[in-house]
Antibody, heavy 123, light 112 residues
């Protein structure tokens, strides 16, 4: 059974970099049919797509984050990661990792999700 | 960016009665490959979202057949034929036809 699990610090200081990792179990992250990505949800608010990555390293990012986002993948560990730089209080959110089923790079988002991890940006 | 607008924002429903949620996109979601990458997600309180419907009308694995999706172009609808207690929560439409992927603001379904 496919499972995704986010890990990382629950508290990050303003201006620092937020690092999160998603560990995938029950399936290979190298499967050609899927992209893997990050979606966040500020407390009490809606969903925001941050970006997605293919096992080959192809990435797509949300331009609203103005190049602060980097997503990487480690197929040997069956993990992918998020780095969000120069964080502010506005980046406080539950961060979800998710799998997306895709054909030729076109996807239906979020067929499997992690439980999410709350990251608070505060000094 | 494509803006996704859902109506209503809140929907009190009676158990066993139908419910309907609309989603409108600011531009057509028909991709040049002929597909429309419009999906519906359901989020229960304290839980991650889960996929219900993809490409307008395809139910994801394990989703009860009381859920159905329809629509075309810029106008889409999610229908629940008979609402059950486990259906409460927030429903989101989302588009992946064009980057960046975007979501509707959500519709809260609650039992009267």
């Amino acid at each position: 059974q496919l499972q995704l699990q986010e890990s990382g610090p629950g508290l990050v200081k303003p201006s620092e970099t937020l690092p999160l990792t998603c560990t995938v179990s029950g399936a290979s992250i190298s499967s050609g049919s899927y992209y893997w990505g990050w979606i966040r949800q500020p407390p009490g608010k809606g969903l925001e797509w941050l970006g997605s990555i293919y096992y080959s390293g192809i990435t797509y990012y949300n331009p609203s984050l103005k190049s602060r986002v980097t997503i990487s993948i480690d197929t040997s560990k069956n993990q992918f990661s998020l780095k969000l730089s120069s964080v502010t209080a506005a980046d406080t959110a539950v961060y979800y990792c998710a799998r997306h089923t895709c054909t030729n790079g076109l996807c239906s988002p979020g067929d499997h999700w992690g439980q999410g991890t709350l990251v608070t940006v505060s000094s | 960016d494509i803006v996704m607008t859902q109506t209503p924002i809140s929907s009190p429903v009676t158990l066993g009665q139908p419910a309907s949620i609309s989603c409108r996109s600011s531009q057509s979601l028909v991709h040049s490959d002929g597909n429309t990458y419009l999906s519906w997600l359901h989020q229960r309180p304290g839980q991650p979202p889960r996929l219900l419907i993809y490409k307008i009308s395809n139910r994801f694995s394990g989703v009860p057949d009381r859920f159905s999706g329809s629509g075309a172009g810029t106008d889409f609808t999610l229908k629940i034929s008979r609402v059950e207690a486990e259906d409460v929560g927030i429903y989101y439409c989302t588009q992946a036809t064009q980057f960046p992927w975007t979501f509707g603001q959500g519709t809260k379904v609650e039992i009267k």
